[in-house]
């Protein structure tokens, strides 16, 4: 996919991308990592082998909302880093009998408690509710982009697939 990608965008925009990416995963649970040596973006879900049908209207719709929830989510990765010096794995979603749910705050403090543990009670609350925030705002986000959080979550998961369509929309929105 970076090959992709790099061969189609500039540095700067290609970096825009790749934190876009990042944010729309983190969202809906799917975490990306960064590989230390080799600055790769890997992603850890899996790729369906048939291209799923979505409308242009669809894919709009989640670009716009992956791009609204950008500003937020580096905000939050950053206050994170700042509190804690590392930015943990964060999902904003949960297993409930079967079922996949938005996080409890209690989840999340658990969650976070177990990979932050040097932080003390205050700054782990301040982490917890800023990561709890930022797991709201990106559901109502995606909620109000018109995408059930399912349709959210399969353009996520076959964004490799996807990615010929949703480039030039994220690039046409980007110079908007």
Same mark, same amino acid.
Not at 5 to 15: D, G, M, P, Q
Not at 70 to 81: C, G, H, P, V
């Given at each position: 996919?970076?090959?992709?990608?790099?061969?189609?965008?500039?540095?700067?925009?290609? /970096?825009?991308?790749?934190?876009?990416?990042?944010?729309?995963?983190?969202?809906?649970?799917?975490?990306?990592?960064? /590989?230390?040596?080799?600055?790769?973006?890997?992603?850890?879900?899996?790729?369906?082998?048939?291209?799923?049908?979505?409308?242009?209207?669809?894919?709009?719709?989640?670009?716009?909302?992956?791009?609204?929830?950008?500003?937020? #989510?580096?905000?939050?990765?950053?206050?994170?880093?700042?509190?804690?010096?590392?930015?943990?794995?964060? /999902?904003?979603?949960?297993?409930?009998?079967?079922?996949?749910?938005?996080?409890?705050?209690?989840?999340?403090?658990?969650?976070?408690?177990?990979? *932050?543990?040097?932080?003390?009670?205050?700054? *782990?609350?301040?982490?917890?509710? #800023?990561?709890?925030?930022?797991?709201?705002?990106?559901?109502?986000?995606?909620?109000?982009?018109?995408?059930?959080?399912?349709?959210?979550?399969?353009?996520?998961?076959?964004?490799?697939?996807?990615?010929?369509?949703?480039?030039?929309?994220?690039?046409?929105?980007?110079?908007?």
């Amino acid at each position: 996919m970076l090959k992709i990608i790099k061969s189609l965008f500039s540095h700067s925009t290609r /970096s825009l991308l790749i934190l876009t990416i990042t944010s729309f995963g983190l969202s809906c649970g799917i975490i990306p990592e960064f /590989s230390r040596q080799s600055h790769a973006l890997q992603f850890n879900f899996a790729v369906s082998a048939q291209t799923p049908n979505f409308t242009s209207t669809q894919l709009e719709h989640y670009a716009r909302a992956v791009l609204t929830m950008e500003s937020e #989510r580096l905000a939050t990765y950053d206050f994170i880093k700042e509190k804690a010096g590392t930015v943990p794995e964060i /999902s904003c979603y949960q297993t409930v009998s079967n079922e996949i749910e938005p996080i409890s705050r209690n989840a999340l403090r658990s969650q976070l408690q177990t990979n *932050l543990s040097q932080l003390n009670n205050s700054q *782990l609350n301040q982490v917890v509710d #800023r990561a709890f925030n930022y797991c709201r705002f990106a559901q109502r986000t995606v909620h109000d982009s018109g995408l059930s959080s399912t349709d959210f979550n399969n353009i996520t998961n076959n964004w490799q697939q996807l990615a010929p369509l949703l480039n030039p929309i994220f690039i046409r929105l980007q110079q908007n």
